[in-house]
Structures are given as structure tokens and as C-alpha cells.
């Protein structure tokens, strides 16, 4: 099992590369769902406190991201849809 911390990298890392990816991809809440289906096979394995965290750090990045006006909308979007499905895991 990797530890709680590496699954925020690599999580981190999906979801930023799904946001730069949305402007020219028509197809990103599909792979949005498989990147929630695994977070939440990996969200099962972990104790409730490394859980808690990596959703909490998660949510603050895409927070952020949502809110940058940098970002296309399409990408804000994207960021957004990943925020709210995250904070629906129980």
C-alpha cells in the first residue's frame, strides 16, 4: 500500500494533467471517473486520518485551481467537477 502522501502526489498530478487537459478534450469527466474510482479504491486502504488528509490536501489544491482566473474555463471546470466529487467520499 503506498502511503498517503505519495497518493497525494499522484493524485495531485492526475487531476492537474486532467485541468490543462479539459480545454481540448471533450472526453475529460470520463476520465475524471476513473481517476475517482481509484482515489476512493485508495481512500478505503488508508487509516481515517491519512484518508481525511489526503482529501482535505486534494480539495485545497482544486480550490485553488478553480479560483485561479489563469486557467481556461474549461480547466476551472474541470477543477471544480474533481472538487466536488471528491468532497462527496465518504
Do not use: V
Request: proline fraction near 3%; hydrophobic fraction near 45%.
Amino acid at each position: 500500500m503506498r502511503s498517503a502522501r505519495d497518493l497525494y502526489g499522484h493524485y495531485r498530478s492526475l487531476l492537474f494533467g486532467l485541468a490543462r487537459s479539459a480545454p481540448t478534450n471533450a472526453n475529460w469527466p470520463l476520465a475524471l471517473d476513473a481517476i475517482i474510482a481509484a482515489l476512493r479504491g485508495d481512500l478505503a486502504e488508508l487509516d481515517a486520518a491519512n484518508a481525511r488528509w489526503l482529501k482535505d490536501e486534494l480539495c485545497e489544491q482544486l480550490e485553488f485551481g478553480a479560483s485561479d482566473m489563469t486557467n481556461p474555463g474549461a480547466a476551472r471546470e474541470a477543477f471544480r467537477a474533481a472538487l466536488k466529487r471528491i468532497e462527496t467520499i465518504s
